[in-house]
C-alpha cells in the first residue's frame, strides 16, 4: 500500500494551493481518507477527512470554509484544495487512510486521533509567506 502526496509548495498569504494523493494497493473509496499536517515544533493535526460510504465531510475549525476535500474514484485520488492560505498553514501536510471501523472521520472529536490512521503518506510541505 502506498499513498503517494504531491501539490505542496510555497506561496503568498491570500494564494491557493491544490494537494493531491494518490493511492496503490488500496481502494481510497473503501476507507477514511484525508489529511493532517504538522507545523514546526507542534504535534501532528487532522486537517479534513471524507467518507465516501457514510457521506461525511469534516474538517478542523482552523481551515473550514477556506479547504475543501474532494475526492476522484476513477484516479483513486483525494485532493486539498487550499484557499486564502494564511502563514499559520504552513506545515508538511500528510494524506491518510483510515478502516472504517476506525470511527475516524465519523465524529469531530476523532479527527486529530493519529492512532486511527492505518496508512499515511509522505509529506508535501506547504510554506506561506506574509
Known amino acids: 500500500v502506498q499513498l503517494q502526496a504531491s501539490g505542496g509548495g510555497r506561496v503568498q498569504a491570500g494564494g491557493s494551493l491544490r494537494l493531491s494523493c494518490v493511492g496503490s494497493?488500496?481502494?481510497?473509496?473503501?476507507?477514511?481518507i484525508g489529511w493532517f499536517r504538522q507545523a514546526p515544533g507542534k504535534e501532528r493535526e487532522g486537517v479534513s477527512c471524507l467518507s465516501n460510504r457514510e457521506g461525511i465531510i469534516m474538517y478542523s475549525d482552523s481551515v473550514k470554509s477556506r479547504f475543501t476535500i474532494s475526492r476522484d474514484s476513477a484516479r483513486n485520488t483525494v485532493y486539498l484544495q487550499m484557499n486564502s492560505l494564511k502563514p499559520e498553514d504552513t506545515a508538511v501536510y500528510y494524506c491518510?487512510?483510515?478502516?472504517?471501523?476506525?470511527?475516524?472521520?465519523?465524529?469531530?472529536?476523532?479527527?486529530?486521533?493519529?492512532?486511527?490512521?492505518?496508512?499515511w503518506g509522505e509529506g508535501t510541505l506547504v510554506t506561506v509567506s506574509s
Open positions: 491518510a487512510a483510515a478502516d472504517y471501523r476506525s470511527g475516524w472521520c465519523r465524529h469531530r472529536r476523532s479527527l486529530n486521533i493519529r492512532a486511527a490512521v492505518d496508512y
Open positions: 494497493g488500496i481502494t481510497l473509496d473503501d476507507y477514511h
